[in-house]
């Protein structure tokens, strides 16, 4: 038995017009798919198999969390998960991709292995910037950080850290190891 083989939906095989399946996507799920971006997780997907007269239409509904790591401190970061996605599949000769979310599969097959088709849901419900809420990324990290950002005293960017204590004075010591060409070209922009 594969490891996705529990993934596997018979279309060709279905009894009823409309099918319910349920699946729990662990941290084993997510070390199977092998992915870095979700290294792992807990939930719950309740798809529904509608059969039309032409097509399938799968319904995902994908609710729980995962963790993923940070992109400032790459400590682990818990994100919530709740969205609704549907999938039309048809059958045809060979297996091929037409349009955003049409599937064509053999038709002497019948079956389709949707965990890919879950994870990229889950995936694309997952904000573009994964980071702690301030003052929440881990305190070393973000102390050796603070060692390589060069700031200056008016910038109130999102991005930058909090001093953790004892680097009160990091932001100084940049200021002052500056290159004084960039002053120059700061000029140039500030005259524009």
Request: with cysteine.
């Amino acid at each position: 038995m594969g490891k996705f083989d529990k993934y596997k939906i018979d279309l060709k095989g279905m009894q009823a017009d409309t099918v319910k399946y349920e699946f729990l996507l662990d941290n084993l799920y997510f070390a199977h798919i092998d992915s870095p971006e979700i290294q792992k997780g807990k939930i719950n997907v309740v798809l529904n198999v509608k059969r039309t007269s032409r097509a399938f239409e799968l319904s995902f509904e994908t609710e729980g969390v995962v963790w993923v790591p940070c992109d400032r401190c790459l400590d682990e970061l818990e994100l919530s998960i709740n969205s609704s996605d549907k999938l039309m599949v048809k059958f045809g000769r060979q297996f091929a991709e037409e349009g955003e979310n049409l599937i064509v599969i053999p038709e002497d097959e019948g079956e389709i292995n949707v965990a890919w088709f879950m994870y990229e849901f889950i995936e694309l419900s997952l904000p573009m910037k994964h980071v702690h809420a301030p003052g929440k990324c881990n305190k070393s990290m973000s102390s050796k950080l603070n060692k390589h950002l060069r700031t200056t005293a008016d910038d109130e960017s999102e991005d930058n850290f909090e001093p953790v204590d004892g680097d009160a004075n990091v932001v100084e010591d940049i200021e002052e190891q500056i290159d004084p060409r960039w002053n120059e070209l700061k000029k140039i922009l500030d005259n524009n």
